[in-house]
């Protein structure tokens, strides 16, 4: 299991975790549960796209979609340089 897949784990507890919190410390005027939730709720959306602008030990889980360096398989246009009659 990768580093990436972990946090995205994570992000998923700490997410479904956040739901019972707000909603116990709503129902029950604790004030302090309900803005614990709101943060682990806060936490676990920002670790997804953290993600993205962040190397996690080099693992790219199969995800080459920004990567272009040395695939020209789809290059479909000649690179010679022709002048424009």
């Known amino acids: 299991m990768t580093t990436s897949t972990k946090l995205l784990g994570l992000a998923l507890v700490l997410m479904l975790l956040a739901f019972p919190l707000t909603s116990v410390g709503t129902d029950r005027d604790v004030t302090w549960l309900w803005w614990a939730g ?14 993205r602008f962040v190397d996690t030990d080099g693992d790219t889980d199969g995800d080459t979609s920004g990567d272009t360096s040395g695939d020209t398989s789809g290059d479909t246009h000649d690179h010679t340089d022709h002048e424009e009659r």
């Open 38 to 51: 709101v943060a682990v709720l806060v936490l676990g959306a920002l670790i997804p796209p953290g993600l």
